[in-house]
């Protein structure tokens, strides 16, 4: 037996002792894990299985079949609250990323006092679309709010920011516009990464700046842009404290704010139609999925990594 057969005879098991161990300490590591996915997929199961029930909480489940998934179809609310859903998600995501990535260019010109502006902007993402924030809002647009002191300044009667169905909705999308700080410290962070020689070598061979932008940043930034997109779609999909906090839980004025989730929050716990309400939030998972599925798939014409 060769001496280097011999050493991997001694050595292999001490190796394999180690690797035990280690193993080991992973599964114990995981156990915190473990049990925190069994408080998930327990209630994901029970409602899976509560939507083809109907139930209203105070009396058993009875099984109906498909007959909550029929009801969907043919619910004029929930198709209101799916366009409502639909329509915030569609305006707000792409403002809030343009208005992120934006001040994130401005910033990584190297202006003075970078850390507090950094700071001050990501301080409204950071306290969130809260209950005191949704009301601070709701009263600096409301009928004598700071916003139509402001118009009427000039001469402008303000519109009716909270009451009118017109304007509601719009009102909700610059409450999750004001949030963009966390998308502008996520794209500040990948332009810091962009290498320098990419621009000085676009400015010598005669690029403008806008060139350089749509040549260079895009495409370096374009998974960065496409993590903030995903994001972004998933929690505007979800909105829910913002307008029962904006329409005190009827999604009004007119339906103008009847998000999904509201429209399922209404249908579990004020009518009690668990039932319905569990084929609600399957058919929001099931519709959330298939945009981020759609998203990664489409994500190989548009984003550009280094390798």
Sequence with gaps: MSSTTAERGVSSPRRRKGADAGDRVAYVLLIPWAIGMLFTLIPFGVSLYLAFTDYDLLTSPAWVGLENFAHFANDPKAATAAKVTLVYTFVAVPISLAVALGIALLLNRGVRGLPFYRSAFYLPSLIGASVAIVMLWRSIFGHAGVVNRFLAFFGIDGPGWTTDPDWALMTLVTLSVWGFGASMVIFLAGLRQIPRMYYEAASVDGATPARQFFSITMPLLSPVLFFNLVLGLI?????????????????????????????????????????????????????????????????????????
């Design 235 to 307: 929690g505007s999909l979800q909105t829910f404290t913002q307008a029962y906090v904006f329409s005190g839980g009827t999604g009004g004025p007119a339906d103008s704010t009847l998000f999904f989730n509201l429209y399922l929050y209404q249908q579990g716990f004020q009518r009690f139609d668990m039932g319905y309400a569990s084929a609600l939030a399957w058919i929001m998972f099931v519709v959330i999925a298939i945009f981020t599925a759609v998203n990664f798939l489409v994500s190989k014409y548009w984003v550009f990594y280094d390798d």
